[in-house]
């Protein structure tokens, strides 16, 4: 049974195309992120389903009742907001409860479910500081308090995090993670990083252009990329420009080098061929069939991997190994080869 | 054309030294609103409209009723002979206003952004002291000052003058002050500055190839206003007797209605040129940048 | 240039102990002798001889002095006009302010309003003056055209050269100058702010009185106490208007100028002092409410 459907959902700003049809049907209970680069209309889509814009075409249903042009009160969604949005001349327990309030809920019930969610975020002592005062984290913990507040049925975030450091953020994406599941809310989060799309999500939806390139698992748009675009915005990539040598058995050529790529390519024997590797799937000096020799450019050694940027002649490669405390680090200069089995081959186009 | 009292173009913290406030990006958007509520705006804007114009209305009908015929009242407004010599001081005033005022001000803006932004509070709180002292008082104390021995400054029509002309200076401080200011800001004159240093360049060339284009706009910008105010001054003028153009509209608007009707248009058309020449320029600035 | 001692002041509050003579300070000289010539010294003079009795020995009696009814009646009277207009020029100013900014007005519409409160905040004065008398004076336009409709508006109370009527007049650049002032803080409204309470389920009415209004009010008082001191401080439209007949304490003063009505020079000062304090604290306090507003809006 879905609970949030958006079908065929298009938005123009007169010439300038936002989003093309977009489908997506959502669980309850689901996380669904929104990911891609600025522009690409992920935020659009979201401001769609919280009622600030309007579709050019299409439908959103919540619920099975039709929410497409419902005005945002009547919508039962949460929005937490890139710039938390926290009202500066009310305190915090009277931000979490506002939405209460505007309802006319009873003081005493408002006062009991504000103390719930301080101590949902963690913050229980700040109920009566104000926005100023806090820090960007702990206002957007805010923030999501008083989004939960009015108990939604679904929650939007955008790009909660992006306006954090790098320490806290991990720290908030570790609690929003955990409050979503102590929830079970139905989430919708847009984001451009994307680690947090995949380290939260159940379900990863990434866009470009206003159009959706790819719906999956964080899992399969990582190790399965359905389109280009997805396979280099997701993780790092690769990019091997080669010839094809023989197309039955997958084999291609880059320099002086035979690589087997284990499948059939749909290309004539001699035409041009990319292959996409991912970094963490090659090795120096390793045992594998295919071996591209060349000279060790640059490391960087970034804690828990250590990435090697191989000089292989046309193309610079990026290998990365993990960090072990008796690694033999490789030195710049060093003549090495890459290498990796077949089944890390992509082979595109 | 007489200032009230404080001007709000410095206290506004506007750009354009409060000539007038452009409306810069698409603003907030409007909410949605129900058909009825969308109108509320055109209500208020409409009763605004009628309240700011019926006054010009009554000008214009009343320049036109003079019992000698439809336009005798411009004919002996444009060819009174106290008129133009009157409006010929005034300008000339207001450009010497306009270049004392440049003269102390861009130096001194220039010198406090450079080398002394810690003082900047010090000659903010400074350029506030015109909004303070209101001119029918300021006036009256440097009359006081400076005609009495051994001073005597005022001992002569033109003597009066000069200091007039300085006080205007004075007063024009606070829209010249923070116009050029804003202007120095915004092109952030420290790091232009040093730039232009480590690549060699002199103190005469920085000056003039490299702030001075780049706050033409500020100067403008507060040269017109200055301009406005001095040729509407009243109080200081009429009391210092000097002959310029507001004390003589003051004396025709209490014996000849009608040529003051045609006279208080051209003065309304010169303002509403000058500051929407004002407009004008900083948008296209605007628009530039 | 000789080099000075060493002068223990504490500029501008900085923590700095006694503070040398620097030379950048030569570059700052031309304009705060400017200033100090042409606004500092005479308001200081003219403190000083407020101070001043007859006898030229220093005394307070010139205030006790400003006890006398032509001093209080034209304090009175300039307080009451600027109380007035500082109220209604402010409250209609937002309106109007609100309606430029989130009235969805067309673009041009907009333009052509934001120019027009430039010129009109400068359009005071003798013109303005002129302007209304031919409207709503006793033969003015619009006095007739009523009285031929048979609303004869002189005998209802109206008079232009009363109180009322310079209310009206100054409003004329009392509206657009709050819209000038206010503007900037209705645009610092977030429009998140608005989608947020939307989104949790507010009305309009509930936006403007739980979050928009308190979050602007800081700056509409500031905003209507300048306003108020504008208007304490005008004196060339009520001189245009009625000349010597509506005694404001600004037009006091210019009398005290051409002659000595208060039979008192030293009286005249101290009465001009006492509009330099009613305009420092007017400023002042808008400037402090300034800042407290910049804290939320900037």
Known sequence: MTYLTLEGVRKTFGDMVAVSDFNLSVEPGEFVSFLGPSGCGKTTTLRMVGGFEQPTTGRITLAGEDITHARPASRDVGMVFQSYALFPNMTVAENIGFGLKVKNVDKKEIHTRVDELLGLIGLPEKSRAFPFELSGGQQQRVALARALAIQPKVLLLDEPLSALDAKIRDELRNEIKRIQRSLEITTIYVTHDQEEAMALSDRVVVMSEGEMEQVGKPFEIYNYPSTEFVASFVG??????????????????????????????????????????RPEELELNGSSTNRIPGT????????????????????????DIFNERLLDMPSVGDAVEVTFPPHACWVLG | ?????????????HGAAGGAVQPTGPGPAPPRRS??????????????????VTPLLGTIRLSLRHNKGTWEAWRLMLGNDQMWPAF????????????????????????????????????EFITLLPFVIPGVVLVLALIRLYSAPPLLLTSTYNSTRVVMICAYAALSFPYMYRSVDNGLRSIDVRSLTEAAQSLGAGWPTIVTKVIFPNIRLAILSGALLTFAIVLGELTIALYMAQRTLAPFMADIVRNKPFEAAALTLIAFSVTWLSLGMISYVTNRAGRRT | MSVAEPVRKNMGGAKRPPFRFRWNWLGVMPFLLFA?????????????????????????ENYGNMATPVVI??????????????????????????????????????????????????????????????????????????????????????????????????LYFQFPLMVLVITPSIEGLKKEWREASENLGASTYQYWRHIALPVLMPSILGAMILLFGNAFGAHATAFALTGGNLRLATILIGQQISGDVLQNPGLGYAVAMGMVAVMAVSIGIYSILQRRSERWLA
Do not use: H
């Open chain 2, 88 to 123: 010929g001081q005034s300008i000339v005033n207001g450009l010497a206003t306009i270049l004392v005022s440049l003269l102390i001000i861009v130096p001194t803006a220039y010198w406090v952004a450079l080398k002394m932004p810690r003082l900047r509070p010090l000659i």
């Open chain 1, 236 to 277: 790092r990539l690769n990019r091997v420009g080669a010839a094809v040598i023989d197309a039955g058995l997958g084999t291609v050529g880059f320099d002086e080098a035979v690589i087997a790529t284990g499948t059939k390519i749909d290309k004539p024997d001699g035409s041009p061929v990319d292959i996409m590797l």
């Open chain 3, 36 to 60: 100090g010539a042409l606004l500092i010294l005479p308001t200081i003079v003219l403190g000083a001889r407020s101070l001043t009795g007859p006898d030229g020995a220093t005394t307070f």
């Open chain 2, 35 to 52: 058909r009825l509520g969308r109108l509320w705006p055109w209500f208020i804007v409409a009763l605004g409209v009628v309240y700011f």
């Open chain 2, 1 to 13: 054309m007489t200032i009230a009292g404080p001007q709000s173009g410095s206290l506004t913290g």
């Open chain 3, 73 to 170: 009646d034209s304090f009175r009277l300039s307080i009451k006009i600027s109380l007035i207009t500082a109220l209604v020029g402010g409250m209609f100013g937002f309106l109007l302010a609100w309606s430029m900014v989130l009235g969805g007005l067309p673009r041009p519409v907009r333009s052509l309003l934001s120019t027009f409160s430039g010129v009109a905040s400068n359009f005071a004065g003798v013109p303005l003056a002129a302007a209304f008398i031919a409207t709503v004076g006793r033969v003015g336009l619009f006095t007739i055209l009523l009285k031929a409709a048979g609303f004869d508006i002189y005998k209802v109370g109206f008079d232009l050269y009363s109180f009322i009527g310079i209310s009206v007049v100054y």
């Open chain 1, 296 to 319: 060790i450019e640059t490391v960087f050694f970034l804690g828990s991997i250590v990435r090697v940027i191989v000089d292989a002649g046309r193309i610079p490669l990026t290998v």
